[in-house]
């Protein structure tokens, strides 16, 4: 995946960076690693590679790396999963009675794994949209809302727009949107159900 998202973001935006063909393939690889990872570094203002680029940059936000890692974002097995769960659901609607099973790595994925992870897809994205709406409260305008909220809850790091793109930063934000930059990037650290299962009256009672 890694590998297609360097090779499209190569194709739309070399025509917009300067240098020879290796020196574009390094930046756009390093830039482009460095945001499905969230290690936070730009070498370019990637913003400048025409609006497909940055486009696709809001995309890799939210895919993250592999399980287990130390990346943000939704995390690639969760998109196999959920795309294994559409194939299996669009086999039953042409078949619905026959009994049909998807695997991910040499296992039966369960009703209860299929459960698990739309449930966290349902709650990221929805944590986004209340995360990009609070910060449309302190006048942000919408790109930077929304980048900004896509790069907290995923810990990526730089954003799009020109307060919190790769040539800005979030000094200039007020106490208010930071305190809600902090919440989200605490809640996307910690893969929001560690944090809201703690506000389920019965985990108390347990």
């Not at 936070?40 to 680029?53: D, K, L, M, R, V």
């Not at 294994?84 to 209860?112: C, D, W």
């Not at 727009?161 to 650290?189: C, E, H, Q």
């Amino acid at each position: 995946m890694l590998v297609i998202a360097i090779t499209m973001i190569f194709f739309f935006a070399n025509t917009f960076i300067d240098g020879n063909f290796f020196s574009k393939i390094i930046s756009v690889s390093f830039n482009t690693i460095s945001i499905i990872s969230g290690t936070g570094y730009i070498s370019e203002n990637f913003e400048n590679w025409g609006n497909y680029a940055s486009v696709l940059f809001l995309i890799l936000m939210f895919i993250g790396g592999c399980a287990g890692s130390t990346t943000g974002g939704l995390k690639v097995f969760r998109f196999q999963i959920l795309f294994k769960y559409i194939n299996l659901h669009l086999k039953k609607m042409l078949q619905p009675h026959s009994v049909s099973t998807s695997r991910f790595n040499g296992k039966i994925i369960s009703e209860a794994t299929y459960e698990s992870v739309m449930s966290f897809f349902f709650l990221y994205i929805l944590t986004f949209f209340i995360s990009a709406l609070l910060l449309s409260f302190s006048g942000l305008d919408f790109l930077t809302c929304i980048s900004a909220s896509a790069t907290t809850i995923s810990n990526v790091g730089p954003g799009l727009g020109s307060i919190i793109g790769p040539d800005g930063n979030y000094g200039i934000l007020d106490s208010y949107s930071k305190l809600v930059l902090i919440a989200t990037m605490f809640l996307g650290r910690l893969e929001l159900l560690t944090i809201l299962i703690l506000i389920i009256p019965s985990f108390w009672k347990n």
